[in-house]
């Protein structure tokens, strides 16, 4: 067997024009949707994907208000902001690039954006409302990853999900999306016995551990559905996945490739999320 290779790249194209055109019949109503991205700090990483995020937002026609700070800024300068925004009437999402530098609290950051404006869908609230199936704004990979399986009309009701990783902004959150879409779902982490038997049982098997080419074919179901997040930074300079790919294309019947899989969608979903605030602000209905 060969995987069908999910192209990420692709269906953010497509999203992306959709989301064009609703800007622009919302802009028709007067209705400008804009984000305001705060940036701390020289990591070239974090740089590089708030690049991305106004590039994205310039594609659609979202207003967007990058604010950049040096690394020694302090948490309550910081804090003070957000509350600024918070209040700001042509902003509707708020987000900040993750990670902070040590100094800053980072879950007293999240916790100070108002849960309408959090398009990241971080805040304990949103988390609360996504959990108990009520309207929230979901954490954009997740989402991201939740649209990529979804269009291609891959079954997810009563599948086994198993998702490797369990941090807020990726593992949790996706299992809990999976659910609510009535997977079964397992999570599986550093502390897991016996991974490779968990694994194998997945129909959809979704890998973020931040770990380069940690899995491989033996893991792997004949016919599952691979969904890659890991971002990793060869020494080489190439970037590549938790998933050794060319093995997993072998036995997989779909798999997701590094770059140009679940990243692009990351960027994508926070655009829609931008787009829902800014509608539900003004009380228009999808
Ligand atoms: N406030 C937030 N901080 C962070 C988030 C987030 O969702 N909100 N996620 C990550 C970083 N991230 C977006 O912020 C992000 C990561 C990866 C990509 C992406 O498109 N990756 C490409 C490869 C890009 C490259 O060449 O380096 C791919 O996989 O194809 C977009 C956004 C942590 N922080």
């Known amino acids: 067997m060969t995987a069908k290779i999910i192209s990420g790249k692709e269906i953010a194209t497509q999203l992306r024009q959709e989301m064009k055109e609703e800007v622009a019949k919302l802009k028709e109503k007067g209705i400008v949707p804009g984000l305001a991205v705060i940036l701390i700090g020289d990591d070239p990483a974090s740089h590089s994907y708030v690049k991305g995020k106004k590039k994205g937002c310039e594609e659609v026609g979202i207003y967007n208000r990058l604010i950049e700070h040096p690394a020694t800024i302090t948490e309550e300068q910081l804090l003070n902001e957000i509350d600024q925004l918070n209040e700001d009437e042509s902003i509707h999402g708020i987000l900040v690039q993750l990670p902070l530098p040590k100094h800053i609290d980072e879950k007293k950051v999240i916790e100070r954006i108002s849960p309408e404006k959090d398009v990241d869908g971080f805040h ?129 019947a779909y798999i997701t490739p590094v770059p140009g899989g679940v990243g692009p969608l990351t960027i994508t979903m926070l655009l829609y999320n931008t787009i829902e605030s800014a509608k539900r602000f003004y009380g228009v209905r999808s």
């Open 124 to 252: 304990p609230i949103n988390i609360g409302r996504m959990m108990t199936g009520q309207e929230a704004f979901i954490p954009c990979t997740p989402y991201g990853i939740l649209k990529m399986v979804q269009l291609q009309n891959i079954e997810i009701e009563g599948k086994h999900v198993v998702v490797i990783g369990r941090s807020n902004i990726v593992g949790k959150p996706v299992g809990q999306l999976f659910l609510n879409e009535n997977a079964t779902v397992t999570y599986c982490h550093s502390k897991t016995k016996n991974l490779k038997e968990m694994t194998k049982q997945a129909d959809i098997l979704i890998v973020a551990v931040g770990k380069a080419n940690f899995i491989g074919k033996d893991y792997i179901k004949e016919g599952a559905v691979v969904i890659d997040v890991g971002v990793n930074r060869l020494e080489t300079g190439k970037l590549c996945g938790d998933v050794i790919f060319e093995e997993a294309k072998e036995v997989a």
